[in-house]
Every structure is written in C-alpha cells, then in structure tokens.
C-alpha cells in the first residue's frame, strides 16, 4: 500500500481513543490507520502526551518558601495603602494586628531617610533623659509574664533560645516568655536568647551577654547593653520610631539595618546592610556606618569619613559572616522544634539560620523543615522533619538516628562529576539571575563577581551555602537563599564541599 | 473571609492566602512545569491576588477567580523567560582537582526529561491555545469553567482545546526523546493487507 502524506485526522483518532465511534466508524480508521504513517504518528503522540499527562498530575508539588514572601507581599501591601516613598529599604511584614495602627499613624520613611535592611544589631550609648513615651504604640508592659505556654503573636516574647541558663529578671527564660518594659535579660557563656519585639523587629543576646529594655514597644525601643554583645534586627521605623543600643554613653542609633556590637572601649560594630549612625564622648561629630562597615577602623582615616557623601565602608568579606537572629514569624500557627544538645554537633543549620552548638528552642512554621548539622569531625549532615501541630522534640538518641551520627568511621563517597555539579548550579541559574536584575534595579552598572561556596550532606542537600566575592549584601543573600534550594547527586560518605563560580551576564 | 479581606482586613487577607497558597502552588507548578522559577510566580501570584482582589464579585466561584490570575501571572512569566538577560553558568570545581569527565548516572531521571521536553512543547504553543490546555488538561479544569477563566465561549475553549492537541501532537511526533514512552502493546501496528 502507499502511503497517503495528509492531514492527521486527529477528530477521528480522538474518538476512536475514547471509543467514540460506531462500530463502522471504528473499522474504517482502524483500516485508514493500517496505511497512514501521518494518523499513527499522531495517535503515537496522543498515547505519548496521555501517558505523560498522567506524570504530570502524578508529579509531587514542590515545596515552596512562604515566609520569604511575606515581606513583599507586605509591601505590596503597603504599596497600596500608602504613597510609595524614595529610599525606603526592605520592609517586613506587620502581624495582622498591628496593621490599623501603623496606618492610623501614617508611618513612612525613618527620618533619616536612610534605607532600613531587615535586620539590625544593637549598639548601645548611655542613655540621656528618658524618652517621652507619646507613641500610640505604646509597650505591653502590663502584659502579664508567663513563663511557658503560646504567647500571643504580637507579644514581646522570646523566639528561641540556644542552651540552658538564660534568664529574665532573674528567672529562666523559656520559649514564648512575655517580656516586659524594663527587663533584664542574662545570658551565660554559650547561651543564646533571641527575642521577637514584633513588627519583625528582634534582638538576640550571645553568650555572657547581658543587657536592659529600658523601652519597649514596635517602632521605639532602647536596649542598654551592659556587657557582652547583641545581633538586632529592625523593621521600619516611622517618623516617630527609634532603636537604640547604648552602651555607657556611646550611642548606636539605628536607621535600619542588619548590624552587630559587641560592647569595648570603643565599641566594636558590623555592619552587614544599611546605615547606622555612631555617635560618642571620643567622637568629634556622629560617625555614620553604611553596610559593609566595620568599626574601628582598621586603619585610620581623616575625620572617620563623617559625612553622608563619603561614609565608612569595609570590604564585604569582612561582614560576610555576620548572623542574623531567628525570631520566627508571629504567628499563632508556628509551632515549637526542640533538639537537644549532642557533643558531635559543632553547629546547627535550621531554616536558614545557622545557630551555635547547645539544646536549641525555636519557633518555626509548622510543615517540612530542614535540619542540618555541621559535626565536629568536619562532616555535614541533615534530616527533613514534618512538624505538625504540635511540634518536634527530640532526645539525643532519635534526633542522633535521624540525622545519622552513629558512625565517624570512613563511609564510601561517591564521586560526582563536576558536569553534574554543574548542571544543577545551571538548573538555579534562573533564580540567580531573578537576583541579579534586582539587584541591578538598585545599581544598573552592577558587575558583580561571585562563586558559591557550597557544603552537601550526604544526601545531596545543601546545608551550607556561602557567597564569596564583590557584590552587594542584597545580592548575595539572594543568591545565598537560592542555592540553599538546589538539590545535588547525593556523594554519600560525609558530603561534599565545593566551589562554583557564578558569573552574570547581560544580553547586548 | 474574602468580603472582609476586600474590605481591608488584613487579618482576613492572610487567613485568605494562607487557604489558597497551596492550590496556587500547584496551579503555577503544573502550568509552568518543573524546571520554573516557581516560588518568583508564586510570591507574584499571591500579590496579583492581593492587588485584584477587589475585583472578585463573586458571580463565579473563587476556585475560578484565582486560576484566571495565577494563570494570567504565569503566562507573563513564560513571556518574560523568553526575553530575559542570560546568566552564564561556569563548570563547577570539585576540591581538590578538576575533572572533565562526562555526566555519571545522577543524571536527570527519563522521566523529569520527558517533563521537561513535554513543557518546552507547551510552552511554545500560542497563548490562548496553551492557556486551554494547561487548563483543561493538566489541570482538570471543565471547559465551561475554562470559558468563564478565558471570558470566552465554551464552543471557542474547545475549538481552542483541539488546535492545540493537533499542534502538540505535531510537535511531539518530531520529538524522539519521547517516543521510547509508548509502551509496546499499544503501540499502532501495520495490519497486513487490507483495504481502505
């Protein structure tokens, strides 16, 4: 028979798949089909596309990051109910009780004008005459302490705590402890405390920290640091909002950003984004701080770079390390993950967040959660955990089993190509290049140079993710996140750790 | 919940996202398939949501409502993709040495390629045709319910359904990656002689 190069005759196969036809009709396409390499390759493909079909729905939906959007959904938010105004930064998300306030008090741009990062470490400076407390946002000081239970999402409380020892007045601080106007929170060596403000505003304590909240209340607080050092983190501030750290009479007041001071003569600051000011008995006139900075200067510079046009920078390698603090995200729905304390864990990796050793208490978002651990004999491991509503807490045994940390000894690594490497930093490349066009909405001459540096558990996952190189804070904490999200062959043994270089490139 | 979240209760809004975030993550990942950017069409989806919602009358079901904007969100995303600045991406080292060797079997599974080249099909039919598609048969979604999606006649969804079967099924005929899927027993056979 010779073949009849024609039209498909899809209607007719269509039918005859679904058993549409008469029994006639059947036998004619049947006998059309016998000599038409056009109608079989098409009913080829109906098979082909109803099979793959059947994968599609059958395919697993990806787990997708939702407290990341938070804070531009916020925004957009904001967008809305407020004129957009020049220089505001990034802006996190209010709990939903606080948003009839914040639009009653028209809050805008901090003062300044300065950019607000996300997150900010306190610096302290003696405190002068008592702030005026004439903000409708007044502290919950009334709020009645309790020691254990959920506390309310819009409640001072603490968000996580990192070993055992911390207290508050006195007492030991425990998850969801309201804190009051006037607290005195202590930390030993060791111990961490984080504290959620509100309004994505929090502080964490390190170890042998110990530190006043002379003020309270979403958009006007004062922490004098005592000894120690403290991590900030502060949302926007409206005209009337203020954070400060004081330490004797050295003052760090914040217009926004992800800083950290450790308290000295004179202080010692990192700035890893936005602005801060420094001011001091030692100092001719404030001395302002745009991320990255460190203070004191390494070297010494005429007039400390005082002015607005000219402030003090550092390279980004020397803020590169800088932590940020871990304070949930106000939600009634979080629930509590508790692992203890193991002599093999040099450090955890939970949510992004990479904490110290010790019994961790954290509140986080209840679903699959990535833990990893950074073990002392240089391996890296991880488990995913479904937290239900009533969260995870786990013994050294089981939490030891899930995370398998039963043998040190030499297990076979795998070797996986750098092609394969390879191909899946290119499967991410869509993300990192979703942060380059944002960053270069801020500076379109951005050029930036960057190589990930990479640590794999022996499954594959990404439990350590660090980018190296010029680029700005925004940049690489975008590609940061977006590589935590790659999955790679697993190389079995004790994982893996490599370099990939990044490089970024515009279309002529 | 949604007459309040329009009205401006935020607290309501979240309540809102909170319900629907995840049948907008599986919408936008059935529709854009698995090598997308979901969580970007996500997060854009769900401020469409938010910046429309006054929109909603609520003469259709909401279910409705919300494939048309995350459907409206991933189709400017599958726009945008074609006209984006590209990132060059160098060979990863693997400490201590270099090896140029080729991909070992942790290559992509048969069946993510066979995903991935059935989307790149899809995605390159024309919009309104593909949009059908993806509707009626990736998601489920009835052609009368498509033609309140589309705003279009029902007639038109599935004429429109029909034209993009045939081209697909074109296309995947010149396709040879996916050939090997069809099982043996039901592949089409010459019948010996006969007759038309």
Redesign the interface.
């Known amino acids: 028979?010779t073949e009849r190069a024609h039209e498909?005759k899809?209607?007719a196969l269509?039918a005859l798949e679904a058993g549409g036809l008469s029994a006639t009709g059947e036998l004619?396409i049947?006998?059309?089909?016998?000599?038409c390499d056009a109608c079989?390759?098409?009913?080829?493909?109906?098979?082909?596309?109803d099979?793959?079909?059947g994968?599609?729905?059958e395919?697993p939906?990806?787990a997708?990051?939702?407290d990341?959007?938070a804070l531009?959904?916020a925004r957009?938010?904001g967008e809305?109910a407020e004129a957009p105004t020049p220089g505001t930064g990034d802006q996190t998300p209010l709990p939903?009780?606080e948003?009839?306030r914040r639009r009653g008090a028209a809050l805008g741009l901090v003062v300044t004008g300065f950019a607000l990062a996300a997150a900010a470490v306190l610096m302290l400076r003696g405190a002068g005459p008592g702030v005026v407390d004439g903000s409708p946002e007044a502290p919950r000081a009334a709020a009645p302490r309790t020691s254990q239970g959920t506390a309310p999402p819009e409640a001072h409380a603490v968000a996580t705590l990192l070993g055992a020892g911390a207290t508050i007045d006195g007492a030991p601080a425990t998850l969801d402890t309201v804190i009051s106007r006037g607290a005195t929170l202590r930390t030993p060596p060791g111990v961490e405390l984080h504290v959620r403000i509100g309004g994505g505003t929090g502080l964490w304590l390190e170890g042998a920290t110990e530190a006043v909240l002379e003020e309270l209340a979403v958009g006007r607080v004062r922490v004098r640091l005592l000894r120690g050092a403290i991590t900030n983190q502060v949302a926007k501030l409206g005209d009337a909002g203020r954070y400060e750290v004081v330490y004797g009479e050295q003052v760090v007041r914040v217009h926004g950003t992800h800083f950290r001071v450790a308290a000295g003569a004179p202080v010692s600051v990192v700035l890893a984004e936005g602005v801060v000011e420094l001011s001091g008995p030692e100092l001719s006139a404030p001395q302002r701080l745009v991320a990255p900075a460190v203070w004191p200067l390494a070297t010494a510079q005429p007039a400390a770079v005082t002015t607005p046009e000219a402030p003090v920078r550092a390279e980004a390698a020397a803020v590169d390390a800088l932590r940020t603090p871990h304070l949930g995200a106000s939600s009634a729905?979080e629930v509590t993950l508790g692992l203890p304390a193991l002599p093999t864990v040099a450090a955890w990796h939970v949510g992004g967040t990479r904490a110290g050793t010790g019994a961790l208490r954290m509140r986080v978002p209840p679903g699959s959660l990535t833990v990893g651990a950074e073990l002392t004999d240089g391996r890296l491991v991880s488990a995913v955990f479904e937290l239900g509503a009533q969260g995870v807490a786990l013994d050294a045994k089981a939490l030891g089993a899930r995370l398998d940390l039963a043998s040190p000894a030499v297990r076979p690594r795998r070797?996986?190509?750098?092609?394969?490497?390879?191909?899946v930093?290119?499967?991410g490349?869509?993300?990192?290049?979703?942060c380059?066009?944002l960053a270069l909405k801020r500076d379109p001459r951005l050029r930036p140079q960057l190589k990930l540096r990479l640590g794999l558990d022996p499954a594959g996952r990404v439990v350590s993710a660090r980018p190296v190189g010029q680029a700005p804070p925004e940049l690489q904490r975008c590609v940061r996140n977006a590589a935590r999200?790659l999955r790679f062959?697993?190389p079995g043994g004790d994982g893996?750790?490599?370099?990939?270089?990044?490089?970024?490139?515009?279309?002529l | 919940m949604i007459a309040s979240a329009q009205a401006g209760d935020?607290?309501a809004?979240?309540a809102l996202?909170?319900r629907h975030?995840?049948d907008v993550?599986?919408i936008a990942?059935?529709v854009l398939g698995?090598?997308?950017?979901?969580?970007?069409v996500?997060?854009d989806a769900?401020?469409q949501i938010?910046?429309s919602l006054g929109s909603f009358q609520g003469r259709s079901r909401f279910s409705t409502w919300l494939y048309r904007v995350v459907s409206n969100v991933a189709r400017m995303h599958i726009r945008a993709?074609r006209s984006?600045?590209?990132?060059?991406?160098?060979?990863?080292?693997?400490?201590p040495r270099?090896?140029?060797?080729?991909?070992?079997p942790?290559?992509?599974s048969g069946?993510r390629q066979?995903?991935a080249r059935?989307y790149a099909l899809v995605h390159a039919l024309p919009d309104k045709k593909r949009t059908v598609l993806l509707l009626h048969?990736?998601e489920?979604v009835t052609p009368a319910e498509i033609a309140e999606i589309v705003d279009a006649p029902v007639m038109t969804v599935r004429t429109r359904l029909?034209y993009a079967?045939?081209a697909?099924?074109?296309a995947?005929?010149e396709e040879p990656s996916?050939?090997e899927?069809?099982p043996a027993s039901?592949?089409?056979t010459?019948?010996a002689g006969?007759?038309?």
Do not use: N, W
């Open positions: 028979m498909p899809v209607a269509l004619r049947r006998r059309h089909l016998a000599d079989q390759s098409a009913l080829a493909a109906m098979r082909q596309y099979a793959l079909l994968e599609v729905r395919a939906i990806p997708v990051d939702f990341k959007m531009p959904i957009a938010l809305l939903s009780a948003v009839p729905a070797r996986v190509p750098p092609a394969e490497l390879s191909r930093i290119r499967g490349r869509r993300a990192f290049q979703r380059y066009e999200r062959p697993a893996l750790r490599f370099d990939a270089p990044l490089s970024f490139r515009q279309r | 935020r607290k809004l979240d996202l909170r975030r995840g993550t599986a990942h059935r698995p090598d997308a950017d979901l969580e970007d996500v997060q769900l401020i938010c910046r993709m984006r600045p590209r990132l060059a991406g160098e060979a990863a080292q693997e400490r270099v090896d140029a060797g080729t991909a070992g942790e290559a992509l069946r066979r995903m059935l048969d990736f489920g029909f079967r045939k697909l099924y074109a995947m005929a996916l050939r899927l069809v039901k592949a089409p010459r019948q006969g007759t038309s």
